[in-house]
């Protein structure tokens, strides 16, 4: 699943983050970031009639990402246990 498509509030984790090319700078920044496998992930809130930008929490830390952004990076939901 994408983290764009990640229901609000919903709990995930971090699957991995797509690049675009071999070399490309917004993955990295992503990375650079946070969005590491095995990171816990969550949508706190989106942007008007569920547009841009997309509030996103991981760990401590929030970022507003565009939805294009947050459609390169892969979650998988946590099953409750």
Do not use: C, N, W, Y
Request: glycine share 8%; aromatic share 4%; net charge positive.
């Amino acid at each position: 699943m994408r983290l764009s498509d990640l229901p609000k509030g919903a709990p995930a984790v971090v699957d991995r983050v797509h690049d675009a090319h071999a070399v490309d700078p917004i993955a990295q920044r992503l990375r650079d970031l946070g969005f590491v496998d095995g990171e816990p992930v969550r949508v706190v809130a989106v942007g008007p009639m569920g547009g841009d930008p997309v509030l996103i929490q991981i760990g401590f830390t929030r970022f507003a990402l565009r939805r294009a952004e947050a459609a390169r990076i892969s979650v998988r939901t946590e099953v409750a246990a």
